[in-house]
């Protein structure tokens, strides 16, 4: 059964999400590091998704995306956007950096909350998935990669203020319903005039979930026999713009807030009947001032974050609120033939909670980047020296190069990243008396994370309907963060814990290599005199990663062993299907008492079949989740939804408004 599936998922994705031939890639527009270049100049493996190809696949959050991805790889606790962690090369979720129009929104309770996306699809413009590190352009924690969301007022600065082009309209949406009383809206409207721009996105998914069998109720006798697994997530942003010849503004506000049933989705205690309320409010700003030879930018940002977490109705919830403020200075210059890059970055985070306590920390960097092409050979690079409480001052490298031949471009990248421990990684239930077995434990002696980072790659475009790339890569790793099973009486520095009692206490494991392989596959097709078009997507990666004495560890090696993943789409004049998935290896893991069950092979197909109204911006869909109705789990306890089919419409009207003469 399980070939047959591969084989099914293996002939139904034949490569999809870049439909760039070579000319077309050889426009595209990265920021891989903070000097804009094109795609192939780069020296990484990147992945650009547009906005149009957002709405052809049945999505409707960032981590669903992100399933599509080869390289990434997404540990999913519910569906729908509830929760997931982010993992690129086999890094943990702590290790991987989200940009919005240049500015980190990783949360700093706790990394688990980095896939909470303050902006709606609708409002997206493009995402650049950028695999390896990149910390000396834009954090010392950006260990495997870097997910940047570029939003569409945001790239409206720098289209080209001219007559024909200076004023435009947008209105896109989707809304929807399905299985589980689950509704779902995600609608924006931009409006882009000569000199100002706004928009304006609002997104709301709610359901009152699966009922399912509480393992607590049936093997311990503690909860309901009972559960659903819920959710309510209201996302809302607004930004304004100005765009002058020379000093351009950006401004951007939003909230976003989730109540959800959050079971197992951090323990395997058989006393887990978690629900969870998470709101944040978050704020940037963006000051541009562009001359000829020289762009001036500061973005700055605000977030301010509130966590409510009811392990169990009969315990006292813990109460969490933190702010975040982010800056960056920096100017992009010529120096004769290299283009350069420097600046300053500080970065303030605060917490105060009742069962973590009342911390404050500050990071603070300098940083300097350049890109010179020689003739074929094209090379970029940098140095950040960064300083904090725990990391420090240290200096992280990197150096990036690219070749381009007729139909193949080489490519590799070199570079180090640290990181340092979160309030979460480092106090969690540090205030709580009489901890319960089972439960995480932190640990405020926690040093630096240090990473070394190294690949090697190639890209083909055999002709203008299928390109090729694979990447090699190897990262090698000390004092590496995670959660190990640990009995308390080994544990010297907190007084909270049961005697002889087993709990996952946080760490530094000496060390640990990780390396693997990258192959992806893209294809398309007109087909039928051009009424149709095929296109197509296939990944595969492959991720090893050990430690020393086979240390046995909460996340460091919770990934995939091989990912097969992808899509298919079929378009014939109104009509199209879309087909994508994955095949899942990984370790296998159980814990019995709460019927937790980690299998070492599984498969997910998803569906969506839409039709355009006629010929109209206009088009109404089914999506079918998990079509095969996999019964699977990728974080112990946290049960994933089965099948789940919904419907609705989906619209995109665009109008150019011609400036007089």
């Known amino acids: 059964m399980r070939n047959l599936r591969f084989l099914l998922l293996a002939l139904l994705s034949v490569s999809f999400i870049a439909n760039y031939a070579q000319t077309a890639l050889d426009e595209v527009l990265v920021s891989a590091s903070r000097i804009q270049s094109k795609k192939y100049e780069s020296g990484k493996n990147i992945t650009v998704i547009s906005q149009k190809e957002i709405a052809q696949l049945p999505v409707n959050s960032v981590d669903e995306l992100l399933q599509y991805v080869g390289g990434v790889n997404i540990n999913n606790r519910g569906g729908f956007g509830v929760q997931s962690d982010i993992g690129m090369r086999g890094s943990t979720f702590s290790q991987v950096l989200v940009l919005v129009d240049n500015q980190r929104i990783n949360d700093p309770l706790t990394a688990h909350f980095n896939n909470y996306v303050p902006i709606p699809l609708s409002e997206v413009h493009h995402i650049e998935i950028v695999r390896g590190s990149a910390s000396a352009s834009f954090g010392a924690d950006a260990v495997g990669g870097i997910i940047h969301i570029k939003t569409k007022t945001y790239e409206g600065l720098f289209i080209k203020?001219?007559?024909?082009?200076?004023?435009?309209?947008?209105?896109?949406?989707?809304?929807?319903?399905?299985?589980?009383?689950?509704s779902i809206l995600d609608a924006g409207i931009h409006q882009q005039l000569q000199k100002f721009g706004f928009s304006a996105a609002v997104k709301s998914s709610e359901s009152d979930g699966e009922q399912l069998l509480n393992p607590n109720f049936a093997n311990a006798q503690r909860g309901d026999s009972l559960h659903r697994n819920f959710f309510d997530l209201k996302t809302y942003t607004a930004a304004l713009t100005y765009r002058g010849d020379k000093l351009k503004f950006y401004a951007r506000g939003g909230s976003d807030y989730r109540d959800f049933a959050a079971k197992h989705f951090y323990t395997t205690s058989t006393y887990d009947e978690s629900v969870e309320k998470v709101s944040s409010y978050w704020t940037q700003t963006a000051l541009i001032f562009d001359q000829e030879n020289s762009r001036t930018e500061l973005n700055a940002s605000y977030r301010n974050g509130k966590d409510n977490f009811t392990f169990n109705p009969l315990f006292t919830p813990n109460e969490h609120t933190t702010q975040r403020v982010n800056a960056t200075l920096s100017q992009n210059r010529k120096m004769g033939s290299m283009d350069v890059s420097f600046?300053?970055?500080t970065d303030w985070q605060d917490i105060v909670s009742t069962d973590r306590g009342d911390h404050q920390t500050t990071s603070n960097a300098a940083f300097i980047l350049a890109q010179k092409r020689i003739n074929q050979l094209h090379l970029n690079g940098g140095l950040r020296l960064e300083n904090s409480e725990k990391i420090g001052t240290?200096?992280?490298?990197?150096?990036?190069?690219?070749?381009?031949?007729?139909?193949?471009?080489?490519?590799s990248s070199l570079g180090r990243s640290i990181r340092q421990a979160d309030f979460t990684e480092r106090f969690t239930s540090y205030k709580l008396s009489n901890l319960t077995p089972g439960r995480n434990v932190g640990n405020p002696d926690l040093e630096a994370e240090s990473s070394y980072n190294f690949?090697?790659?190639?890209?083909?475009?055999?002709?203008?309907?299928?390109q090729f790339s694979n990447t090699l890569f190897f990262r090698q790793s000390s004092n590496l963060?995670?959660?190990?099973?640990?009995?308390?009486?080994?544990?010297s520095n907190l007084t909270n814990l049961q005697p002889?009692?087993?709990?996952l206490f946080a760490k530094n494991i000496s060390e640990s290599t990780t390396w693997g392989n990258e192959f992806g596959m893209k294809y398309t097709k007109k087909i039928l005199y051009n009424r149709g078009q095929i296109n197509g997507l296939l990944n595969y990666t492959y991720l090893n990663t050990s430690t020393p004495d086979s240390v046995v560890s909460k996340y460091i090696a919770n990934h995939p062993i091989h990912n097969f993943n992808g899509s298919l789409k079929i378009r014939y004049d109104g009509w199209s299907i879309n087909v994508g998935g994955a095949l899942i290896t990984r370790n296998a893991e159980a814990v019995d008492d709460i019927n937790a069950a980690i299998e070492d092979q599984y498969t997910i197909l998803n569906l969506k079949l839409s039709y355009t109204l006629l010929n109209q911006p206009a088009s109404i869909y089914i999506d079918v989740r998990n079509a095969l109705d996999t019964r699977y789990q990728e974080i112990l306890g946290s049960q994933m939804p089965g099948r789940w089919i919904m419907g609705g419409i989906r619209w995109n009207f665009y109008s150019p408004i011609q400036a007089p003469f």
């Open 481 to 491: 963060i995670d959660y190990t099973l640990t009995n308390s009486d080994a544990i």
């Open 455 to 466: 690949d090697l790659g190639a890209d083909v475009y055999l002709n203008e309907n299928l």
């Open 394 to 411: 240290q200096l992280v490298p990197q150096l990036n190069a690219s070749y381009k031949m007729d139909k193949l471009v080489l490519r």
């Open 500 to 503: 002889n009692s087993d709990y």
């Open 343 to 345: 600046g300053f970055q």
């Open 161 to 182: 203020n001219t007559y024909n082009k200076q004023k435009f309209s947008n209105i896109n949406g989707n809304v929807g319903i399905g299985d589980h009383n689950l």
